[in-house]
């Protein structure tokens, strides 16, 4: 198919699908717009301080749970374990960076990507474009250094 796309766009479109079907059925059944920082942040209120959506954080344990054992079924059966070059330092610096950013704008790339750019948001309109520009240049400088995993 061509540079972008060297697998072709199926398994792209199959996945986007089924998770916009997956947020719709929650908005509908939850009234909840979903995203994984929200997740997160619920399922850490079991072992820390946080206030953060205590009383919903069940379900959406089992929502965080459904994502980390989708991907490592996926894996399981398309023998698809990826595996970095890049050092356990620069992901775990990756990692806090995302994190403060998400932080920052009040969510993240799925909430604002996901529910708040197809809900119309104006937040979620702005954080996405900042999201985009920000990785945009950030993929630039580290292409121009000649940074390697």
Sequence with gaps: MGFPFPNGVTSYLCG???????LMVMYLTLGVKAGASSFL????????????????RDWRLLFALAMVLGAWLYAATHQAFFFTAVGWWRLALGGLLVGFGTRL?????SGHGICGVASFSRASLLAVAVFMAVAIVTA??????????
Excluded: D, N, Q
């Design 16 to 22: 986007g699908l089924f998770l916009g079907l997956g």
């Design 41 to 56: 942040s619920s399922t850490l209120t079991y072992v820390t301080p946080l206030k953060a959506e205590r009383g919903s």
């Design 105 to 109: 704008s009040s969510g993240c790339t």
């Design 140 to 149: 630039r400088v580290v292409m121009l250094l000649g940074v390697t995993p």
